[in-house]
């Protein structure tokens, strides 16, 4: 069962615009939602995150928007760029397992994202 | 630079062979994190270490795949007798504490031929 749920699978956008990732998660044990920013052959990086007390966190070009009741998160990248292209995972941290907190990420299946110059 | 490293970058190898990947940690992050990566998902979780102890392994991690973190330092995961379905990118994450964010290496494609 996939514990985070994100869309759109690919976005394609135009220089300047703005982009929105969407991510929905379940389990209310979640404490720390990152999203990671993948480029081909590398591995994921940390790009913002934000814990579940605050509603929005912004960092440069990059906000969170995350809503505690609808447990929905999502990401807006303004002024969008060709060098965002990339494919952007957003993931939930926590849960406790046989009464033990991992702290293991979950993942979303990730959005591909294109922006035209 | 002083990121996770891991190496091989590439592993390709026949069914059926052993095959042994490394995991250099960042300096100091005492918690170390294993994860497989397929074409066109998001990463999961397979294993973490809290220094050198082995914390916690995932359903996916079958008895053909075994950790280890001698001395908290480095880790290394091997996979046994491997199957076309183990064909993956294996990542590796580490990170300072469980509250602290986890940062990732460029991880180990492996291809089974």
């Known amino acids: 069962q996939q514990q985070v749920k994100q869309s759109p699978q690919s976005l394609i956008v135009q220089k300047g615009g703005i982009s929105i990732i969407n991510c929905a998660y379940e389990?209310?044990?979640?404490?720390?939602f990152p999203w990671y920013q993948q480029f081909p052959g590398k591995g994921p990086a940390l790009l913002i995150a934000i814990r579940p007390d605050v509603s929005e966190k912004k960092e440069g070009r990059f906000t969170i928007s995350f809503n505690k009741s609808a447990k929905q998160f999502s990401l807006h990248i303004m002024d969008s760029q060709p060098g965002d292209s990339a494919t952007y995972f957003c993931a939930a941290r926590g849960g406790f397992d046989r009464g033990s907190t991992l702290g293991r990420l979950y993942f979303g299946r990730g959005t591909q994202l294109t922006v035209w110059p | 630079d002083t990121g996770v490293s891991q190496n091989p970058r590439h592993k390709i190898t026949k069914r059926g062979q052993n095959v042994t990947f490394r995991c250099d940690p960042i300096?100091?992050?005492?918690?170390l994190y294993w994860y497989r990566q397929t074409l066109g998902q998001g990463p999961e979780f397979l294993t973490y270490f809290q220094n050198e102890a082995q914390l916690e392994k995932s359903r996916l991690l079958s008895d053909r795949f075994s950790a280890e973190r001698p001395k908290g330092s480095f880790s290394t995961l091997e996979i046994q007798r491997t199957e076309q379905g183990d064909s993956a990118m294996y990542l590796c994450a580490s990170s300072l504490a469980r509250e602290w964010p986890q940062h990732f290496g460029d991880g180990t494609r492996l291809s089974i031929l």
């Open positions: 389990n209310t044990a979640f404490d720390y």
């Open positions: 300096s100091e992050h005492n918690r």
